[in-house]
């Protein structure tokens, strides 16, 4: 190369640091293995192969080593003392001799093992420094500009810090109705280390989102003063959420919620106003599935015996329909909730099964049997 063409060169290395964000160390150790690869090639020699790559400098230097024989046996390692005086004056026996090579004649294939080997390097780069930057916000939420939409797919192609990510339509919440430029949260759900390349899987459609989205709203749950015990989740139509407070003179649901209702309408409004109740966490099973089927009115709860946790729980009749909800949906999420199989009955229905059911008789009521004689 010329002096304007390694500048160039260089310049490149330059430009791919800023533009990549990859050290242009890690860039000049990949294209140094390239050139080895293709002179070994081209020039049928071993681990002889010597490159020199200085950036400061702007010295490209390739060349390969051999020693300075009397009779040539291993054209690979040797070279004729004849032929070494092309590149020494005074050429030695059993001394290296370097061969400086002309980095034009390296031909095509060396050219593009070059390319595919840099290429390659940069795509490793690439893709450790992903799983590097985002490692430390797995689990967490980081906004993402919109960029372009798939009309077939409804597949949302996102950046995230100058990278690329894609958020599936089953990812996204229903009325989310994304375009270009709008500005989102999503929850970064892992960092997928595919063979070709690196990728994050995040969603707006995880429950963990509404979690970190409060813990952002309100201090209370950044300081540790309020818990989220739990979450469910029906993303874009609802949510339920148990909070706990380590601090008695804290309203854990008064937190929440802020002044004049601040802390929650901001939630609501990134999740394009998906309802959320917050209840009161409690650890005695029935209240807590009292709170759960908010905003229904509970009467009463029966936690039945057995491995698997059920209940059967009471309501007014007229808040039968309330507690189960459209489509089952607050029952669902109460038990989801709790972690309990809920069977919710109305007030009149439970009095039914109870009219119903055979009263068993006590012990200590029956008569006794008459003795039964010997004779008999």
Known sequence: MNTKEMRDFFEALQLLEMEKGIDAGYLIEKITNAIVIAVKRDYDVAENVNVTINPETFQFRVSITKTAVAEVEDPATEISMDEALKYTDHPVEGMPVEIVLDTKQFGRIAAQTAKHVIRQGIREAERSQL?????????????????????????????????????????????????????????????????????LKISRTHKELVKRLFEREVPEIFDGIVEIKSISREAGSRTKMAVWSKNPDVDPIGACIGPKGSRISAVVSELKGEKIDIVKYSEDDAEFITQALSPATVLGVEILPGEEKMCRVVVPDNQLSLAIGNKGQNAKLAAKLTGYKIDIRSENDALKQEDEEPETPDPSEMPEEAPVSEEE
């Open 131 to 199: 799983i590097a930057q985002y490692q430390n916000k797995v689990y967490e939420v980081v906004t993402a500009t919109v960029q372009k939409i798939e009309p077939g797919t409804g597949n949302a192609t996102v950046e995230i810090d100058h990278n690329e990510v894609l958020l599936f339509k089953n990812e996204q919440l229903p009325n989310d109705n994304l375009k270009e430029g709008d500005h989102i949260k999503v929850y970064v759900v892992d960092v997928v280390n595919f063979e070709r390349r690196c990728s």
